[in-house]
């Protein structure tokens, strides 16, 4: 029985879909106006993850990812650029999907950009000031008034005076009260045209929240099982996206009886660098792209889900290595054992071990510490019993992504990219040199071969009938 962290209870609950058999989830998407970096991977490799267990759990999802592609950020890089907002938002969702390619992540069922949902937008932004949820300021701005909307906070665990405590936007022609947030932002003069979209309360194009919530609500219904982000999404913009989705839907009317706009809210954990977290802004971030060019996509895969989800992580290039360790101790228990598909047994303790922790919160390193026991076992086997539970390992980890490709293959790419390192057939070729040198018995030659290929990183492993296998380190 699959049960979720929900940060809006703050607790672990079953999980219920609202529609039995089938789960509809949105993810947070990216902004695209640059490359993605490690913190993007992160996002989304976690709910790449979330959605495979689903799936392999039976159930029927629909996955919604969103793609920001308007915003201030967007605008002042286009205007730097000389470039259209369209001609840049372009090129960064090809690198985007270029990026979860050489990652070997699945496609999201959808992947809505925000300027094709402008009506939508615009749809709910009207229900809000119907409800007088909202107001037009005298600057042209429209900005959901927070303080009329009952349990604003729930998400965060924040009271309206502990936010206005932290807040620091002064009220001006643009807010009655410091908290309320914009949807509808009014064009400014010198802003290009292709910024901004015609309204019933003038020009100007939407805030960032409520793209999310329109989106959303269109694509999966007003009520939906899963919405997930990285955890500095939370406050403000999940806590946004719950009051002005419930606040269109019910008004300021809205009772703790009336259905949620979710049921379960999951948030992932910070990438940190140097025990930092991670940002643009103290230049402590790594492209994916840069990374792919050193270690193999599974590494960072591995490297990610190796942790819960729901914990920050630290990226350094030791934990890669690390995590390329792990890979090879797993690759290696395969190598050269057939590993047929099957289907898994699911009275196999190995199954339900790794059931049982992927079922506990998508508790992946659980789950990949049963993979390691496994391989152990593997290792301490023979025959049949070897052919099956090496199939067992595979099958089981093809639902986090990992150990599909063939182990030699793996095994012998080596920790990093290596640029300028021996070539397959060189390799091979000193092998054979090697055990030509010990079938003339001299063994001083062979040793010095070893070593003169351990010195360029790779390793040589003999194997009984005469076999030498190798790997890079």
Known sequence: MLQ????LSRSKEVFKPIESGKVKIYVCGMTVYDFCHIGHARVMIVFDMVVRWLRASGYEVLYVRNITDIDDKIIQRAIENKESIAALTNRFIEAMHADSDS???????????????????????????????????????VNFAVRLFPGYGKLSGKSLDELQAGERVAIGGSKRDPLDFVLWK???????????????????????????????CELLGEHFDIHGGGSDLQFPHHENEIAQSEGALYGQDRTPSDEPFVHYWMHNGHIRVNQEKM??????FFLIRDVLKTYDPEVLRFFMLRAHYRSPINYSDAQ??????????????????????????????????????????????????????????????????????????????????????????FLQAGTRHVENGLAAEQIEAQITARINAKQSKDFAKADEIRKQLLEQGVVLEDKPGGITEWRRL
């Not at 064009?187 to 959303?216: F, L, N, V, Y």
């Not at 940002?279 to 402590?284: A, D, Q």
């Not at 079922?359 to 049963?370: G, K, L, Q």
């Open 186 to 216: 009014s064009a400014k003069s010198g802003e290009p045209a292709d910024t901004r979209w015609q309204s019933p309360w003038g020009e100007g194009r939407p805030g960032w929240h409520i793209e999310c919530s329109a989106m959303s």
């Open 279 to 284: 940002s643009k802004s103290l230049g402590n």
């Open 4 to 7: 979720i962290y929900n940060t």
């Open 320 to 409: 890669l290595d690390e995590a390329h360790a792990g890979l090879v101790r797993l690759y290696t228990a395969l190598a050269h054992t057939p590993t047929n598909p099957i289907s898994l047994d699911s009275d196999s303790v190995w199954v339900k071990q790794f059931n049982a922790a992927m079922n506990d919160d998508f508790n992946t390193p659980e789950a990949i510490a049963v993979l390691f026991e496994l391989a152990s076992e593997i290792n301490r086997s023979q025959g049949k019993e070897k052919e099956e539970l090496a199939a067992i390992l595979r099958s089981l980890a093809a639902s986090l992504n990992f150990l599909q490709r063939d182990p030699n293959q």
């Open 103 to 141: 990652l070997g992540l699945m496609h999201p069922d959808h992947e809505p950009r925000a300027t094709q949902f402008i009506q939508q937008m615009q749809g709910m932004i009207g229900r809000l000031l119907e409800q007088q949820l909202a107001y037009q300021a005298d600057d042209g701005d």
